[in-house]
């Protein structure tokens, strides 16, 4: 017989995402880790351009990349996401030409 808790699970997801997008993680952080955290997003940004360079420069890339993503999950899903949207504003950028190439 299966349990009627699906209220309880609905609860716990929302739980769990409110934590995961906590505006109260901004309100503790200094403004010294906040400027850390742009310019993690930057640089992942600009090394994601290298994915639009061809092989060699992608697989240059990787790394970094890969290692700057692990620590945005590792960090918050909330700054993972942030990175996620980074890599595509930057090669959407490159792709129309805002951004050098």
């Known amino acids: 017989m299966e349990s009627m808790s699906t209220a309880d699970d609905r609860d716990d997801r929302r739980g ?14 200094n403004l010294v880790s906040l400027g850390m955290d742009v310019l993690i997003l930057v640089t992942t940004g600009f090394l994601a351009i290298l994915f639009t360079m061809g ?11 890969a290692t700057l993503l692990y620590f945005g999950w590792a960090s918050s ?7 996620v949207l980074a890599v595509g504003a930057f090669l959407l950028g490159t792709a129309t030409g805002v951004l050098p190439y």
């Not at 769990?16 to 952080?29: G, W």
Request: net charge positive; charged share 25%.
């Open 16 to 29: 769990s995402l409110a934590r995961m997008f906590d505006p109260e993680e901004l309100r503790r952080r």
């Open 55 to 65: 092989l060699w420069p992608s697989v240059i890339g990787l790394v970094p990349i």
């Open 77 to 83: 899903k909330a700054f993972f996401v942030a990175q």
